[in-house]
Nanobody, 122 residues
């Protein structure tokens, strides 16, 4: 019952920056963890970064110091600021959310975005 809509992907030159957004909509009690994953054809989907409901963050070693995840709970939106982009960052980026549907006691549910393409190339 949560839909995730991603935006902000596109083509950027090496060393450039890009900002992804993921807006959650639908019916839910609260959203807990939100994550960004990425996937290259032929490879496993990779966890890039996680942000908790209170703002704690974790990053994959490959993006530390370059990417920043943030969230605006009032807007139910998570962001991924990507700086100093490298060709190896090229992938489809997916937004993920874990949430409670109607009450604190509801089972935790999950939702995935449709993915947005990020291409880093000169």
């Amino acid at each position: 019952q949560v839909q995730l809509v991603e935006s902000g992907g596109g083509l950027v030159q090496p060393g450039g920056s890009l900002r992804l957004s993921c807006a959650a909509s639908g019916s839910f009690f609260r959203i807990n963890d939100m994550r960004w994953y990425r996937q290259v054809p032929g490879r496993q989907r990779e966890l890039v970064t996680t942000i908790t409901s209170v703002g704690n963050t974790n990053y994959a070693d490959s993006v530390k110091g370059r990417f920043t995840i943030s969230r605006d709970n009032a807007k139910n939106t998570v962001y991924l600021q990507m700086n100093s982009l490298k060709p190896e960052d090229t992938a489809v980026y997916y937004c993920y959310a874990a949430y409670k549907r109607s009450t604190w006691y509801s089972p935790t549910s999950e939702s995935w975005g449709q993915g947005t393409q990020v291409t880093v190339s000169s």
